[in-house]
């Protein structure tokens, strides 16, 4: 049995100060809490609480932690358990829960999820194959369904896609 709990990536590491022990990530989280002083967050399978915070600005912030990440490589990503993120509305996914989903338009399988790209008003979906990679927007009229459960996304792209 797996005892190890379903994680959720909240930042990507961007820079390290090793003078000051410093970390700059990429905060991916829509949580405004998330990166309080006292928090844990996991990095390469290990635990850190946050000693310091102070945000660089809206998408970037400075931490400190403890342990020292000493191990933590810049790309590396931080993550929290998945039962500690709040439930969200039908039809609103978390991108980790899309990563990988097989999307077929009608009976036509066009590849997987492989990538998601923030665009602002809505997400794209970065759609690869063997043959190739398609962007597919993330809304309403072309995602028609998505089953989590089931590992696919249903969608039909608009003309000239």
Same mark, same amino acid.
């Given at each position: 049995?797996?005892?190890?709990?379903?994680?959720?990536?909240?930042? +990507? *590491?961007?820079?390290?100060?090793?003078?000051?022990?410093?970390?700059?990530?990429?905060?991916? $989280?829509?949580?405004? =809490?998330?990166?309080?002083?006292?928090?844990?967050?996991?990095?390469?399978?290990?635990?850190?609480?946050?000693?310091? $915070? =102070? &945000?660089?600005? %809206?998408?970037?912030? %400075?931490?400190?932690?403890?342990? $020292?990440?000493?191990?933590?490589?810049?790309? $590396?990503?931080?993550?929290?358990? &998945?039962? =500690?993120?709040?439930?969200? #509305?039908?039809?609103?996914?978390?991108?980790?829960?899309?990563?990988?989903?097989?999307?077929?338009?009608?009976?036509?399988?066009?590849?997987?999820?492989? #990538?998601?790209?923030?665009?602002g008003s809505n997400d794209v979906y970065v759609v690869t194959? =063997?043959?190739?990679?398609?962007?597919i927007p993330g809304i309403k009229s072309v995602i028609k %369904?998505?089953?989590? %459960? #089931?590992?696919?996304?249903?969608? *039909?792209?608009? +003309?000239?896609?």
């Open positions: 049995m797996n005892n190890v709990p379903r994680m959720i990536t909240v930042g +990507k *590491v961007k820079g390290k100060n090793q003078r000051n022990r410093l970390i700059t990530i990429y905060n991916l $989280s829509d949580n405004p =809490s998330r990166f309080l002083i006292g928090n844990e967050v996991f990095c390469l399978g290990l635990p850190y609480t946050i000693v310091e $915070s =102070s &945000y660089k600005n %809206a998408k970037e912030i %400075a931490l400190r932690l403890e342990p $020292s990440p000493d191990l933590v490589l810049i790309g $590396s990503e931080l993550k929290v358990p &998945y039962d =500690s993120v709040p439930v969200l #509305d039908k039809d609103t996914f978390y991108h980790e829960d899309l990563i990988g989903l097989k999307v077929f338009e009608f009976e036509r399988f066009l590849g997987i999820i492989t #990538d998601i790209i923030e665009t194959n =063997s043959d190739n990679e398609i962007l %369904a998505v089953d989590i %459960a #089931d590992q696919k996304m249903l969608v *039909v792209l608009p +003309k000239g896609l």
